[in-house]
DNA sequence: CAATGTACCAAACAACTGTTTGTTTTTTTA
DNA sequence: TAAAAAAACAAACAGTTGTTTGGTACATTG
């Protein structure tokens, strides 16, 4: 019971990584019931009962590609926001951000905004886990604004981090830029937070 | 090849509606890929082959659940917006109307917003094509705005809806409303266009 | 260099998928 | 009420799916 196997470190030339990111660009892009096993592993290079070896289940490898989306997509968030001196500049920047990075620049977070956890009903509750504690951080971001009508921030952060969401649906790389369509939403949120609600 | 097949009135049980209507819960609800024709089947009551007397595939299905929500979405916007004086006032009740349509009064609405054209390439085109058919009453309700700064009424447009759409993923009935979020979300949007953009 | 665990192959499995086919039941209509 | 069309059944098909199993090449390590 209590012999211990012999750990090894893995191989220099493990492609664990390249299936991670194979299912992350077929997830991202054509969804997850849409995308085989054979899709993925045949991207990487091998067979598809091969990926059994790195991975012990599809939805295994949906929750692997959620965790690395989630670290990607709140690095480049928290980065951004940590270079901007105010709330409303430090929301912009994390919009900016947040954009960005599901438009252009990963696929992996492109996957959380796409894949819905209902997808993998197994493994849904740690996927709607991971989205929340990414969302946390825009909680947090419109709780540190000064509003003249501090009322549903909540509401508020559902509109803005849903239009910033479905720009994914509309979105084509020939029209405006993902920083160019987050600094026009932030700023349209902007005006529309300051100005006091008028009395009807 | 003049012989003319003589053609007879449906029955009068004709349960091709019910198909329609199970096929429209069950797209809502999982998906279009994970709904299986023997669920929908199993749903009206009988086997998987007999569905395929009332729909010639499983695409076509779909389209027939988009044409018919497109027709509901539609007449339910278009009836609140000719109820309307002036364009603000026209715009709101055409959101709150898309809202309630989508979250609460039809499963043939949520199949518009939830299922996306590529999950049916063969169909997609006129997916497509039905989306924009609706979405251009919102182009219209948009351009017929009094903006101080009128460019970018596709941004706008774009942010307003996608607001609205993304609201099918964190909706849950037992929170605000579709009108209630509707109206909040339509009156940030007003406040924040009639506002003009200061010069920086 | 030997041995041990890593990483993959090769082949299959069982379940599920959309769909087709031939037949039967049921309803309508003349 | 008999003929004809409508609507469903019963059963299968062919392809795809996620996954398993047993074997094997290779890199790493002592």
Redesign the pocket.
Known sequence: MTEQ????????????RQ?LAAAARRFAHQGF?A?????I?GDA??????????F????D?LLAVYEEGVRRIAANVDRAAAGAADPWARLEAACTAHLETVLDRSDYAQVIVRVLPQDAQKVSDRLIALRDEYEGRFVRLVDDLALPNPSDRRNLRLLLLGALNWSQVWYRPAGDTPSAIARQFTRYFRRALERPEEVR
Chains 1, 2 share one sequence.
């Open positions: 196997a012999a750990l090894r470190a893995p191989r220099q030339d493990n492609r664990r299936l019931r995308t085989t096993i054979r899709d592993a290079g091998m067979l598809p009962g091969s990926l059994y070896y790195h012990a289940s599809k939805n490898l």
